[in-house]
């Protein structure tokens, strides 16, 4: 799902603890993580600052979608990290 505010479905979700395996896959990597397939046993590593999809959207290309769109929406729909209301006030 992509993010559009901390409260949306996922957000509400994720506050319940319900028990969900949260996967979130920023387009590009804030840190050095691990996905791991439970059934097939495969696991892809992303350093920091890989971008999920290269031949979609390289490091040009998301760089321009941030400038044109601005770092809070780029946060939300790509990073999926939406940015606090309070944050949206200042």
Request: hydrophobic letters at 40%.
């Given at each position: 799902m992509?993010?559009?505010?901390?409260?949306d479905l996922t957000g509400y979700i994720l506050e319940q603890d319900l028990g969900y395996t949260?996967?979130?896959?920023p387009a590009v990597?804030?840190?050095k993580t691990i996905v791991s397939f439970p059934i097939s046993s495969r696991e892809i590593v992303r350093e920091e600052g890989?971008?999920?999809n290269p031949q979609?959207?390289?490091d040009k290309a998301l760089e321009g979608?941030?400038?044109?769109?601005g770092s809070m929406q780029f946060s939300g729909q790509y990073q999926q990290s939406p940015a606090h209301e309070s944050y949206w006030q200042r």
């Open positions: 992509q993010r559009l505010h901390e409260q949260h996967l979130c896959l990597a804030e840190q890989d971008i999920l979609r959207f390289d979608i941030k400038k044109s769109m």
